[in-house]
């Protein structure tokens, strides 16, 4: 089976308004031209494949050589979506974010204690936890959960205190 030129150019071009981008806006996010993206999207038959295509597959978030499988009828494999944290998170919060699946979040109000800030928990799992430890870990987090929303706040009397 030869190469399907017009199949890459429908699956570029459909990946790239899904993603709301124009061709200038992929281009730009490649780092190549728009006449590029054009050719691309234009399904022209071409000899060989074009170097700029793997920078485009980056561009539109698929792994390395996704464009050769849509080349040969398939589809692309699309990279894991992490999302970067805040730059403006301390360092050992970023790497903590980095490591291990995300179990849950929550954002506590603090505004029954007086003050508008807000405490965000993020629960995160062991890398490579097996299912079992995920499900023990999300039990631990919902039982410290229920603690920590049964807290007596400071101007109300702690019913087991004397």
Known sequence: MGRDWKHLAETVEAAREAKNLTQVALAEKA????????NIESGAERKRVPASLHKVERALGWTAGSGERVLEGGAPELEE???APPSDLPL???HELQDGPLLDATVLDLTPLGSDA???????GAPNASPEQIRADLLAWA???RHIQN?????????GAN
């Open 81 to 83: 979506e992490t999302a």
């Open 151 to 159: 807290i007596p706040i400071d101007d109300e009397p702690d019913e």
């Open 118 to 124: 807000r405490m965000i928990v993020v629960v995160k």
């Open 143 to 145: 039982k410290a959960q």
């Open 31 to 38: 780092g190549v031209s728009e006449s590029t993206i054009q």
């Open 92 to 94: 050992r919060i970023v």
